[in-house]
């Protein structure tokens, strides 16, 4: 925590923006938590990892690709519009039948 750029940090929150040194010590912290420490680095590895001889390549069994025309299921937007279709057909048919008699 005792980074010059945290340190810095503080400094400006204090000075120019006016928050208090508890406000700084809070913002520092979670800089400090979301940041990641100066001078830590990932270990290399040793050796590149190679796949060993034991392993084996499993594959997924393929299947076919679906076809519009075999699938059951219907956008709703689309039966929507038919089941309109067939409600205003329906009360025509019973318009006219009323007329009739």
Do not use: F, I, W
């Not at 290399?44 to 392993?55: F, N």
């Amino acid at each position: 925590m005792h980074d010059p750029l945290m340190t810095e940090l503080k400094r400006y929150l204090v000075q120019s923006v006016g928050a208090s040194h508890g406000t700084a010590r809070l913002v520092g912290l979670l800089l400090g938590l979301l940041l990641p420490a100066p001078g830590r680095h990932r270990t290399p590895t040793s050796h590149p990892v190679t796949p060993s001889p034991e392993t084996l390549t499993v594959s997924l069994p393929r299947s076919s690709m679906l076809r519009g025309e075999d699938n059951v299921l219907v956008r709703p937007y689309l039966v929507a519009h038919e089941r309109r279709e067939e409600e205003r057909r329906q009360r025509a048919r019973r318009r006219t039948l009323v007329l009739a008699t």
